[in-house]
């Protein structure tokens, strides 16, 4: 990695980071009535222009993908990870046959792109969609970002960890109950019933989940990022002082902001307040709520 990059990232310099992403379009009159089925969060409440975190959870809440909704007019915008993408696009399509509900992909007609410390200047560029600080712009129409950063895969990946932003297939999978990801916002506890509320909702009123996404700092870190090994420390076993299994990791990576090794982890209820310290094997890792670095 270049840390010259980090660190001008890091100092507000502008940057950039393509990647493939899912972007599906939902629409006709029963359109609200459908999704409210399907996911955590209610539609029916988003306004125009306005975005919401949701979730798509099977019949035992648990995780077929997250997404990003947008409401435009009346049509809603899905934006999901390449990962996840073909299983949103065929778990929408199904209920086409079904009503007034009307889903396309659009996900070959744009490129995604992540954008970081573009603030007033997001508006000076040319673009379709806009999730946050993150656009769609139709393919072949923008050539360059002038002035700015093309970010790697291995920055990007720093930033992710760092921002507590997991990842479909490394720190959440279909075994994954919704919850389990500590998202607030993904779920509405409010509106009617969808495909494993059931679930979700017991989990909520009887108190809180066995386990849960978190952050944790490890101690000794590598004197640069390029010593540090994440196959050693990737899905090990997290223990407590008294030796009992405390959860397990699934991301991690050195922040040269922080100067330390940070990771994501999957931490037992009893843990889970920041502050505690846990074992990986002759490592302290000290549970940190995320995210890491705003």
């Known amino acids: 990695m270049n840390i010259e990059d980090y660190e001008k990232i890091r100092n507000g310099a502008v940057g950039f980071y393509q990647q493939k992403r899912g972007l599906i379009e939902v629409s006709g009159k029963e359109a609200i009535q459908f999704l409210n089925g399907l996911i955590t969060n209610d539609v029916a409440?988003?306004?125009?222009?306005a975005l919401m975190l949701a979730a798509f959870p099977d019949a035992k809440g648990r995780l077929i993908a997250v997404v990003r909704v947008l409401r435009k007019d009346?049509?809603?915008?899905?934006?999901?990870?390449?990962?996840?993408?073909?299983?949103?696009?065929?778990?929408?399509?199904?209920?086409?046959?079904?009503g007034d509900f009307i889903v396309e992909d659009?996900?070959?007609?744009?490129?995604?792109?992540?954008?970081?410390?573009?603030?007033?200047?997001?508006?000076?560029?040319?673009?379709?969609?806009?999730?946050?600080?993150?656009?769609?712009?139709?393919?072949?129409e923008l050539k360059e970002f002038e002035n700015s950063i093309?970010?790697?895969?291995?920055?990007?990946?720093?930033?992710?960890?760092?921002?507590?932003?997991?990842?479909?297939g490394v720190d959440m999978d279909e075994t994954t109950?919704?919850?389990?990801?500590?998202?607030?916002?993904?779920i509405s506890y409010k509106k009617g019933c969808y495909i494993g509320q059931e679930i979700i909702a017991r989990i909520y009123f009887r108190g809180h989940v066995a386990k849960q996404l978190t952050g944790l700092i490890l101690s000794e870190p590598p004197a640069v990022a390029g010593e540090l090994n994440t196959e050693q420390i990737q899905n090990s076993e997290l223990k407590s002082p008294e030796g009992k299994n405390a959860g397990r990791i699934t991301s991690v990576t050195f922040s040269p902001k922080l100067n330390k090794t940070i990771a994501l982890a999957y931490v037992r209820y009893e843990f889970l307040a920041?502050?505690?310290e846990l074992k990986i094997g002759d490592q302290t890792a000290?549970?940190?709520?995320?995210?890491?670095?705003e």
């Open 177 to 186: 109950i919704v919850p389990e990801l500590g998202i607030e916002e993904l």
């Open 286 to 293: 000290t549970v940190k709520n995320l995210p890491f670095v």
């Open 74 to 98: 009346d049509k809603f915008l899905f934006e999901t990870e390449e990962s996840t993408h073909e299983k949103v696009y065929n778990n929408l399509f199904r209920f086409t046959f079904a």
């Open 274 to 276: 920041e502050g505690t």
């Open 45 to 49: 409440k988003l306004e125009e222009n």
């Open 106 to 140: 659009l996900s070959e007609k744009f490129e995604y792109f992540s954008l970081f410390n573009f603030k007033s200047e997001i508006s000076d560029l040319k673009f379709d969609t806009k999730f946050g600080e993150d656009i769609f712009v139709a393919k072949g």
């Open 150 to 168: 093309e970010i790697s895969d291995e920055l990007y990946e720093i930033l992710r960890i760092e921002q507590g932003i997991p990842l479909y």
